[in-house]
């Protein structure tokens, strides 16, 4: 069976089976999370930009959101197959992309969203098995359906399996 790699956008979600891939491009303050069951080899990754839709009063992207694109990536691949109390959770991204600026001018938005995205997974019970969070570097991320493995790409780094 050929081997596809599905692209996952910004504020996007998709959920696919082995052997295929998810790759999301540019996590700088945005944080991948992706989701995957070993049992049934399915996973799923989201590309969140922002931690809180409830400041919002008109969402019409809410995978770009970490309290809603989370749920409705657990939603689909439980509807695919896979099972809530045997998902692992690796999440990758929550940059601080502008070094020198002041903290509180840029809201910490990458912290932020690796905070959010941690207690909606803590809330919904699933184990964050592994993180490449932080920094000021931009981030790519690809999950590997076969294996579950996470390969995450940093500019001017080695790839880190995770």
Known sequence: MEVREYQVGIADYKVTRQPHRLVTLGLGSCVGISLYDPVVRVGGLVHIMLPDSRQFS???????FADLGIPLLVEELC?????LRRLEAKLAGGAQMFSGQDRNFNFAIGERNVAMSRKVLQELGVRIVAEDVGGNRGR???LDT???QVTVRTLGNQARVM
Request: hydrophobic share 30%.
């Open 58 to 64: 008109n969402v019409t992207k809410p995978a770009k």
């Open 79 to 83: 509807r695919q197959g896979g099972q």
């Open 140 to 142: 790519t991320m690809i």
């Open 146 to 148: 076969a294996t579950g």
